[in-house]
């Protein structure tokens, strides 16, 4: 799902995973500050991230969007 993240009207996707999930381990590891300063690494960014309200085992993370 694609919005704008309304601190600076940046176009961004929203993506539903299931928290505790390896693939959210990763996006945070790669994401992290040490390796988003990494020139090596090329993965797309977690900008945000946040579970869901209703359904305890989903979260949202927050990305740029690469295609317009």
Same mark, same amino acid.
């Given at each position: 799902?694609?919005?704008?993240?309304? *601190?600076? #009207? @940046? +176009?961004?996707?929203?993506?539903?995973?299931?928290?505790? !999930? @390896?693939?959210?381990?990763? *996006?945070?590891? +790669? !994401?992290?500050?040490?390796? !988003?300063?990494? @020139?090596? #690494? /090329? *993965?797309? =960014?977690?900008?945000?991230?946040? =579970?869901?309200?209703?359904? =305890? #085992?989903? /979260?949202?993370?927050?990305? =740029?969007?690469?295609?317009?």
């Amino acid at each position: 799902m694609d919005a704008v993240r309304i *601190c600076d #009207n @940046t +176009v961004v996707a929203i993506k539903r995973i299931e928290a505790g !999930s @390896t693939e959210l381990e990763i *996006c945070r590891y +790669v !994401s992290s500050k040490e390796r !988003s300063e990494d @020139t090596d #690494n /090329h *993965c797309v =960014p977690i900008l945000d991230e946040f =579970p869901d309200q209703e359904i =305890p #085992n989903l /979260h949202f993370i927050i990305m =740029p969007f690469l295609r317009i």
